[in-house]
């Protein structure tokens, strides 16, 4: 299935509970123009779900419910300008989710209860933007976590009550003007590291860290690990 360069115009772009069979779906430079786009409660099959360089121009951009069955899910350099984007309980496949260089303008962002499947999750170099940014209750799975280089300027990002696996999480060079906030969050064994990282400030409370951890930051005004119980080194020089 190909909607490759296409330009959606109208009222409204809609694919809430679509079901896409087991081959590759292309949204390749697909330009969304329409005030709501939803994808809801769609399903993508087994194969790529490839939406490189797509871009947003909607006022909302929901992915609510979606699965991902197996296969590739790639939003890489995809623009979503300042549309408010939803991946709420979104349910992502064992395949690589990649979002890597893509840029956020001014809405808010959320993965609430989102679940990645064991692949690697890559927001590297992604500009966030300056809207909240919300992890909260996701499962990451035991892959790779990679934030490393990317830029937040919001006020508030949220990983409260966040569930990470095996995987290794990497913030490194990360800049930020937000607060971040882990508290009650779920670690895994998989290492952790904000080495040369800018933030406003990094919360733990009521954590289990029982991984490496390496808070070797840049610039943080702020670590807050009360009611945490280490397991494990933090390095913090």
Excluded: W
């Excluded at 951009?61 to 979104?90: E, H, I, P, Y």
């Excluded at 808010?108 to 679940?115: G, M, P, Q, R, Y």
């Excluded at 508030?156 to 990360?174: A, E, P, Y």
């Amino acid at each position: 299935v190909d909607f490759s360069l296409v330009d959606f115009v109208g009222a409204e772009t809609n694919f809430q509970e679509a079901v896409f069979g087991d081959c590759p779906i292309s949204f390749y430079h697909a330009i969304f123009k329409t005030p709501n786009t939803f994808f809801n409660n769609a399903i993508f099959g087994a194969g790529l779900a490839n939406f490189q360089f797509s871009e947003y121009h909607s006022k909302v951009l929901s992915f609510d419910n979606v699965t991902f069955l197996m296969g590739d899910v790639l939003f890489v350099n995809a623009q979503f300008a300042d549309s408010r984007v939803s991946f709420k309980s979104a349910n992502f496949g064992q395949g690589k989710v990649d979002f890597h260089y893509s840029k956020f303008g001014k809405g808010n962002i959320t993965f609430d209860k989102a679940t990645f499947g064991g692949g690697e999750v890559s927001f590297k170099r992604v500009d966030f933007g300056s809207g909240k940014v919300d992890f909260k209750r996701a499962n990451f799975g035991d892959g790779l976590i990679d934030f490393s280089e990317s830029e937040f300027n919001g006020t508030k990002v949220i990983f409260r009550s966040t569930q990470f696996g095996q995987g290794k999480i990497v913030f490194d060079q990360m800049i930020a003007t937000s607060d971040f906030t882990f508290d009650n969050a779920e670690f895994g064994v998989g290492s952790l590291s904000f080495f040369q990282a800018k933030a406003k400030s990094l919360s733990f409370q009521f954590c289990e860290l029982n991984n490496h951890i390496d808070l070797r930051v840049t610039e943080v005004s702020f670590i807050d690990i009360s009611n945490t119980i280490v397991r494990d080194i933090i390095d913090l020089m």
